[in-house]
C-alpha cells in the first residue's frame, strides 16, 4: 500500500530538499497499526524509506514564501501523492538512515548499487545506479508498504496509519509535530485494498490512538532518539490482571534490546507473550520471570526506529507505579 503526506513548514528556516545523489533531504516514514482484542500493534513491515527530491511551494498550511525546489520555505506546504510515495525509485532502506541525526550516506547505497546491482566499482561510487526502468520493474509490491491481507480482513479492529518526516538537525523538542496518524477502514474491492481515511489528524505518536493506555517516552539525553512506551492494564479476571505493553521506537538509531519490568517477590506471572514485525520464532526476545523482575532481552533483533513491538503477560499483582528500564 502506500499513502499520501503533506508536509508544512511551520518554523523559520528554509528545509533543505535536494534530490538523491545530494543526502540533504528530508526522508518520509510510514507504518500501519490495529487495535484488536486489546492489544495495539504493528502490521506493515519495516517498510522503505521516502527520499524527498522536490519541494512544491503551496499554501495549504500558511502564506507560503516561494523557492525554486531545493528548499521547502516558511510557511509553505508540499505534497507527495500516493503515486510519489510510492514510487520505487524513490523509496530506500531505513538501514542506510540513521534517523536520530537525520543522515543518509549516498554512496554504496540501494540507489548507488541499483536492482539488480551494477558491477563494481559503479555499484559504491556514489553515483545512482538504481533507475526508473529498475524500479519499474520491482512491480506493483517492490518495495512499498507490505501488509498481509489477513491483518486487514478481520472483524472487530481499529485501524491508522502514521506518517514522519526526519529532518536533519532539528532537536528532540521540535520533532513531535512530524508525525501524525490518521484512522482508516480497509475495504477489499475484489482487486485492490482501499484505506478510506476519516476522522481528525494527530500529531505525535500512533501509540496516542490506544484508548485507555498510559503513555511515557524518554531519550539516551541527547545521545540518541526517543522512545515512547504505552501499557494498558485490564481485569482482574479469575484474579489475574491483563497487562499489554506497546513500544513506539520513534528514531533511536542504536534500536533497543531489552526490557525490564519490575514486579513483587511474590506476583505469580504467566502467558508472557512478545510480538515483533515478522514470523520467525528464531529470532523472537527471550523472556525471564525472576523474583523481582519481568524481562524480555532480544540483542540480535532489536527494535529498530519507526517501529512498534509488543509485550504481554498475566499477573495477579495489580497495577502499581514503578520504573522499567530500556
Request: aromatic share 12%; net charge negative.
Amino acid at each position: 500500500v502506500a499513502f499520501l503526506t503533506n508536509a508544512c513548514n511551520v518554523g523559520t528556516k528554509r528545509i533543505n530538499w535536494q534530490a538523491a545523489m545530494d543526502a540533504d533531504h528530508p526522508f518520509i516514514t510510514f507504518l500501519v497499526v490495529r487495535e484488536r482484542n486489546g492489544r495495539f500493534e504493528q502490521i506493515s513491515d519495516w517498510s522503505y524509506v521516502k527520499h524527498g527530491f522536490f519541494a512544491l511551494s503551496s499554501s495549504f498550511c500558511n502564506t507560503c514564501s516561494p523557492t525554486d525546489g531545493s528548499t521547502l520555505g516558511i510557511g509553505c506546504s508540499d505534497t507527495y501523492a500516493t503515486g510519489n510515495n510510492s514510487d520505487n525509485y524513490w523509496l530506500g532502506p531505513p538501514s542506510e538512515i540513521n534517523a536520530w541525526e537525520g543522515i543518509w550516506n549516498p554512496v554504496c547505497s540501494h540507489f548507488d548499487r541499483g536492482e539488480p546491482a551494477v558491477a563494481p566499482p559503479n555499484d559504491c561510487n556514489g553515483i545512482r545506479s538504481l533507475t526508473q526502468t529498475q524500479a519499474d520493474n520491482l512491480g506493483p509490491i517492490g518495495h512499498r508498504i507490505q501488509i498481509k491481507d489477513a491483518d486487514f480482513n478481520v472483524t472487530g479492529a481499529a485501524f491508522w496509519f502514521q506518517g514522519m518526516y526526519v529532518i536533519e538537525t532539528e532537536s528532540d523538542a521540535k520533532r513531535e509535530n512530524n508525525m501524525l496518524s490518521r484512522t482508516f477502514t480497509p475495504s477489499w474491492n475484489g482487486t485492490r485494498w482501499n484505506l478510506n481515511e476519516a476522522g481528525a489528524a494527530l500529531s505525535g505518536t500512533v501509540l496516542q490512538r490506544w484508548s485507555g493506555a498510559s503513555i511515557v517516552s524518554a531519550t539516551n539525553g541527547n545521545d540518541d532518539g526517543r522512545f515512547y512506551v504505552a501499557v494498558k492494564v485490564t481485569g482482574p479476571v479469575e484474579g489475574f490482571y491483563r497487562y499489554e505493553y506497546a513500544l513506539h521506537n520513534r528514531d533511536n538509531n542504536r534500536g533497543l534490546g531489552a526490557l525490564h519490568i519490575p514486579k513483587c517477590p511474590d506476583a505469580r506471572v504467566k502467558n508472557a507473550g512478545f510480538g515483533d514485525l515478522d514470523d520467525a520464532a528464531g529470532n523472537d526476545w527471550s523472556l525471564t520471570v525472576g523474583a523481582d523482575e519481568i524481562a524480555w532481552s532480544g540483542p540480535s533483533n532489536p527494535l529498530p526506529w519507526n517501529s512498534i513491538f509488543n509485550f504481554w503477560f498475566e499477573s495477579d499483582a495489580a497495577p502499581a507505579s514503578g520504573l522499567f528500564t530500556l
